[in-house]
């Protein structure tokens, strides 16, 4: 008897756990992935970046090139080298991740003003470290260029705060826009947290779809069935929108990540991505009737659509063919770009309106072309049913 009752606690348990599991999914999981990634991409700045020197020349000039790549605060000078094998070897070996090579020359040249060389060397397989080192070779040259300018108009008889005017009337600053420190977190999470909210609200929805899908084969009034199907799809909604600003919160406070946009137009660029991505999820539930075939396929569209959204490659660079065809089968391109724009450039209503538009044309034709498929899907479940 005992053993009955506690199988029915159970089983009540489990009703409840499954039915605010889609709830947790769209709240608790990506709050967790947020502070996952956001753990290991900090800290946010890309520093301490490996390089190796060859000095070939050995002059005055060449040890003070040294000297500004050893000072320079993002690079580590893992170790100097004595011969371009040893180069090859840092480099294959993941030691170094960049190369300065000063060839033979170089201080001979400067001071002939025949045009000195520099060869830096980096690993382009990481954009970002690449970036980190081709900035710093850029301000050291630049920084040595001055210095050498400097001293060629104080010796043509120019007094030394004129000459400094001079030669300092263009400066370069050293770090780039909106993501200063060259960091993954910067650069990355905006993307991460339109995944977390396609993904999770595929998650949530596909599988409810798919076993109401079922279940309205044998409903006495269809029309009731379908009004739950969108109470429920609006209170996932409502709930994923939630876990959206859970988690832009836990990246401000946890991880200082700075939040210079305003949260109206990242929701004016949500809702359409919301109203869209739900048309797919319509579209997806109606043509697959296994829950676990469905989640694999959900699954694999999280690399595809980030590839395709132009977050990472802009869409002016795809063939027209192709951007065409990319932009108008998922919602992604609209949703993850102006989320980057609004959360690290502080976006205006003219930059951001544009991609809402398009998602609203998205949704326009996805969500009614989804509810159809779907409903065509149950009316003949139903006359098999019959």
């Known amino acids: 008897m005992s053993e009955n009752i506690n199988k029915d606690k159970f089983g009540r348990l489990w009703h409840r756990f499954e039915h605010i599991k889609p709830y947790l999914i769209l709240t608790v999981i990506p709050l967790l992935f947020t502070l996952l990634f956001g753990g290991a991409f900090s800290p946010v700045a890309n520093s301490d970046v490996s390089v190796i020197i060859y000095d070939m020349d050995g002059s005055n000039e060449s040890r003070q090139l040294v000297g500004f790549f050893a000072d320079y605060p993002y690079l580590n000078i893992s170790e100097t080298a004595n011969s371009m094998a040893d180069i090859e070897d840092a480099m294959l070996s993941g030691r170094a991740l960049g190369a300065v090579i000063v060839p033979d020359g170089f201080g001979h040249d400067l001071q002939t003003q025949s045009g000195a060389e520099l060869l830096v060397m980096q690993d382009s397989s990481n954009f970002m470290n690449m970036s980190t080192i081709m900035q710093a070779a850029s301000n050291i040259s630049?920084?040595?260029?001055?210095?050498?300018?400097?001293?060629?108009?104080?010796?043509?008889?120019?007094l030394p705060e004129p000459a400094m005017q001079n030669v300092l009337s263009l400066s370069v600053v050293d770090r780039g826009l909106y993501n200063p420190t060259y960091g993954y977190l910067y650069f990355l999470f905006p993307a991460l947290l339109a995944l977390f909210v396609q993904q999770t609200f595929l998650a949530a929805a596909s599988p409810y779809l798919i076993e109401k899908k079922q279940l309205m084969r044998l409903a006495p009034s269809v029309r009731q069935s379908f009004g739950q199907v969108a109470g429920r799809l609006l209170s996932f909604a409502l709930t994923g929108t939630l876990g959206l600003f859970i988690c832009i919160m836990a990246l401000h406070y946890v991880f200082a990540y700075p939040l210079k946009g305003s949260f109206q137009l990242i929701l004016l660029v949500h809702m359409p991505f919301l109203l869209g991505i739900c048309?797919?999820?319509?579209?997806?539930?109606?043509?697959?009737?296994?829950?676990?075939?469905?989640t694999q396929f959900n699954m694999f569209l999280t690399i595809p659509s980030l590839l395709c959204s132009g977050y990472a490659w802009p869409e002016y660079m795809m063939p027209e063919a192709f951007k065409a065809v990319a932009v108008r089968i998922w919602p992604l391109y609209y949703y993850a770009n102006p989320l980057r724009s609004i959360i690290m450039k502080d976006a205006d209503f003219s930059m951001v309106a544009p991609y809402a538009q398009g998602g609203l044309w998205f949704a326009a034709f996805w969500l009614p072309f989804g509810i159809c498929a779907y409903a065509y899907k149950v009316s003949l479940l139903r006359k098999i049913e019959e």
Not at 279 to 294: E, P, R
């Open 142 to 158: 630049g920084t040595m260029n001055a210095a050498i300018r400097l001293k060629l108009l104080e010796a043509g008889g120019i």
């Open 279 to 294: 048309g797919m999820t319509l579209l997806i539930a109606a043509i697959f009737d296994d829950v676990t075939h469905c």
